[in-house]
């Protein structure tokens, strides 16, 4: 006869509370071995080593060795987030608050160039389900943005008649390739030069 079993209430708190500190681990050999080599010399066989468990558990918990890596991400832009969102409503022209949000990103991007390269490298082998999250923290990052320009076309100092989605769409592409341009070029520029270097670009999207 076949038996169903159910897990106990404690049961159910020590397998939550194990699954929580294998993730930890994990993040935390990761994190040493960035700290250590760079984030390109990072493999799933020396972090989970690290950990003390299987390297099939990366999968498990990350879908992989870009979705560890983008998780390493998320603990740096968690506070540029709040950062972001501070700016966005903050004193200033909706010019100078949005330009102040891009350099404090290409502070955070450019502070470390080679874990902002493999992450665009590995962004485009992850699954499904890491492209569904990377979108989510995208919106998140753009709401803020989405303040400031409303509040530059309620002022007159951003065109009205542009569609808020496409300059939002425009100048994450711009920002994107801007970066890339940044980190590729012979020397590595300070943020507020890279962000210099694209602002032509971004005021062609939204000025009158």
Do not use: C
């Not at 071995?33 to 010399?41: K, M, Q, S």
């Not at 390493?72 to 832009?77: A, G, N, P």
């Not at 989605?165 to 070029?185: C, H, K, P, Q, S």
């Amino acid at each position: 006869m076949t038996r169903s079993y159910t897990l106990s209430e404690p049961a159910r708190a020590r397998r939550a509370a194990q699954k929580h500190a294998t993730r930890a681990a994990l993040l935390e050999a990761a994190r040493a071995i960035a700290a250590e080599r760079g984030v390109e010399a990072i493999s799933v066989v020396e972090v989970a080593r690290r950990a003390g468990v299987s390297h099939s558990l990366i999968n498990a918990y990350f879908d992989g060795k870009a979705g560890l890596i983008a998780a390493l991400v998320k603990d740096v832009h968690a506070a540029l987030l709040a950062r972001t969102e501070v700016a966005a409503a903050g004193p200033g022209s909706p010019e100078a608050r949005l330009r102040a949000i891009l350099v404090d990103w290409a502070a955070t991007d450019l502070g470390d160039p080679k874990l902002l390269r493999v992450l665009q490298a590995h962004g485009w082998t992850w699954s499904p389900e890491a492209e569904a999250e990377s979108r989510a923290d995208r919106a998140a990052f753009l709401a803020p943005l989405a303040e400031v320009i409303r509040a530059g076309q309620a002022t007159g100092a951003f065109r009205a008649n542009v569609a808020l989605e496409d300059a939002l769409a425009a100048i994450w592409a711009i920002y994107t390739l801007g970066m890339r341009e940044a980190v590729f070029a012979p020397d590595l520029p300070p943020p507020d030069a890279a962000i210099a270097a694209i602002w032509g670009q971004i005021a062609a999207v939204l000025r009158s």
